[in-house]
């Protein structure tokens, strides 16, 4: 019976034994999303060089015609599909990790990378990886769930299985490590960088050794001239600084512009792959995420004209896609941007002191990492994520002083990373954990927030419809005109509602409902929802005034965290 005690696995081994199988199964579904691109771009071009290869090989009208028509269907897939699709779980890696109950939902990853795959694969300027990390992060999911873990475990599973598919994506296994604890947790522990260091290491293991993939840019070698040189890296950061706040805020507009379209979803990323398909006819290189063009860039000597305006032209493309709603991330267009920024300053700096400047490549890998810290606010990781790549060690100096000072100077611009959205759930999510040990006396008032779950009734019915699919929330909380409160929509009611036509206004498939009293304690709302299933409910005071809504699974979990500390 001792034997049996002392040699019998505990809760960290099999936290790590499950990290090692998430990390095999979040390569093998990056490997089953890009080859499942890769076949895509067989069938349009015969070939499988490249989306820049084959929009240099189409004709005019193709250029125009393939990412209209790919923008088409991945909208109508987005936009449809939700009829048929009910929503169980969350539909973000991030908001499953910080605040959610680490549930994933299935149908949805699988319909977002479907409707992925027909962007990028037509053209889009969107990173593939975003639903690569969240098609890993959703088996994860699948196998805590199978397991019946409690939602603290569950997400922490999430996380490696994240981790995995960064690490699959961009062959980094300690920034795909670090992405997750700086950017999801806000934070790097002891705790769980553990477990998404062997999610890592494996995934990586699997890509590069068993499956044999090589890392997505071939960086050049390094050349440090001489130690006054750390001057001009310390403007290159200063410049991505700048910037990339103004890259930042061109995405929110364009958002902002296309959201505002009196038109369905699908003929958003229609016109969104139109503005692409216009711009690749004065340049080709726009078309997807830009590997085959950094690694040109890295590589080979560009005139600055060339370089100059692709670079324009490859932000526009990026903001018309992401703007228009197309499924991807930035990810990647953000490493094109800084390799296209840091080439065209070095050629700057070559120019200027050709005796001291080292050659435009090195200025473009540093490039890479001042713009990715600039946007994501996560210097550590971008220094690390560079350092991965190239392998030397003459480019951590430089790294390091354009990445901080990037990161500093665009900080100071702007206060939201590219990540906001996501951030500012984990910054409420962290306040309420924190707060966990005063569990009993703490009141909810002190937990209500003002964000995207709430709306009003005298918004369009088009506006509450991309609200659920921007959200993936199980109900929005409805607001009269007025002030107070109307009442909850309910998701599944939303759906049926656009099926079948019936009722005819909106509004009234609004259930009304009490809300929470501010004074009331965790455990007595919880009592007082019962079983509802629902995201978001909504508080006020004891005089029915408007306090905001508090998250029912990040409830759930505070009230569950507190008992299991008693």
């Not at 991505?240 to 369905?264: I, M, S």
């Not at 099926?499 to 009304?512: F, H, N, S, V």
């Not at 509802?532 to 979990?557: F, N, Q, R, Y």
């Amino acid at each position: 019976m001792w034997v049996r005690r002392q040699f019998a696995p505990n809760t960290l081994q099999i936290t790590l034994l499950l990290a090692c199988i998430v990390g095999l199964l979040g390569a093998l579904a990056t490997v089953a999303f890009r080859e499942a691109l890769s076949g895509l771009q067989f069938l349009l071009a015969g070939h499988r060089s490249g989306m820049v290869e084959l929009a240099q090989n189409l004709n005019w009208w193709q250029r125009l015609l393939l990412p209209t028509a790919g923008g088409l269907i991945a909208g109508l897939i987005l936009q449809y599909a939700t009829l048929w699709v009910p929503k169980k779980g969350a539909d973000d890696y991030m908001e499953a990790i910080a605040i959610g109950t680490g549930v994933l939902s299935l149908r949805q990853t699988l319909v977002k990378s479907l409707s992925s795959l027909c962007s990028v694969a037509s053209g889009a300027s969107i990173g593939r990886e975003g639903p690569m990390v969240q098609l890993a992060a959703m088996f994860a999911s699948l196998v805590g769930r199978i397991l019946a873990f409690p939602p603290e475990r569950l997400r922490l599973l999430v996380a490696c299985g994240a981790t995995a598919g960064i690490t699959s994506a961009y062959n980094a296994p300690i920034a795909g490590a670090l992405f997750i604890s700086e950017i999801v947790y806000g934070s790097i522990s002891t705790a769980t960088l553990g477990p998404l260091v062997v999610a890592s290491v494996i995934a990586n293991i699997v890509i590069r050794q068993f499956l044999g993939y090589e890392a997505v840019y071939q960086m050049p070698r390094f050349d440090f001239v001489s130690g006054w040189e750390v001057f001009f890296y310390v403007g290159l950061g200063m410049l991505a600084g700048v910037l990339a706040p103004l890259f930042l805020r061109l995405l929110d507009t364009a958002k902002e512009r296309f959201g505002a379209l009196p038109v369905p979803l699908f003929v958003r990323l229609a016109l969104g792959g139109l503005v692409v398909g216009v711009l690749s006819l004065q340049v080709p290189q726009v078309w997807g995420n830009g590997y085959s063009v950094v690694n040109s860039i890295l590589h080979t000597h560009w005139a600055w004209q060339a370089l100059a305006m692709v670079l324009v032209f490859k932000v526009l493309a990026t903001a018309s896609s992401a703007g228009s709603g197309a499924v991807g991330g930035v990810f990647t267009p953000t490493l094109f941007v800084g390799a296209a920024l840091g080439s065209l300053y070095g050629l700057a700096m070559n120019a200027l002191a050709p005796a001291t400047a080292s050659v435009a490549s090195s200025y473009a890998v540093v490039g890479m990492g001042a713009f990715l810290a600039a946007t994501t606010y996560a210097p550590l990781m971008s220094i690390l994520m560079i350092f991965e790549m190239t392998l030397s060690y003459q480019v951590v100096l430089p790294l390091m002083l354009a990445c901080v000072t990037a990161y500093l100077t665009a900080q100071t611009l702007r206060a939201d990373s590219v990540y906001a959205k996501s951030l500012r759930r984990n910054r409420v999510a962290g306040r309420w954990l924190s707060m966990t040990g005063e569990g009993s006396a703490m009141r909810l008032s002190s937990l209500a927030v003002d964000n995207d779950a709430i709306v009003s009734a005298a918004d369009h019915s088009e506006i509450i419809g991309e609200r659920f699919i921007a959200t993936g929330y199980r109900n929005l909380v409805v607001r009269a005109p007025d002030g107070r409160l109307a009442g909850m929509l309910d998701a599944a009611n939303w759906w049926k509602r656009q099926a079948t036509g019936k009722p005819e206004l909106w509004t009234e498939a609004i259930t009304p409902c009490k809300a929470l009293d501010g004074e009331m304690t965790l455990v007595g709302a919880l009592r007082a929802v019962g079983t509802m299933h629902a995201d978001w409910v909504p508080v006020t005071d004891g005089e029915g005034k408007w306090l905001g809504v508090v998250s029912l699974p990040g409830l759930i979990e505070i009230v569950t965290e507190e008992r299991g500390r008693e």
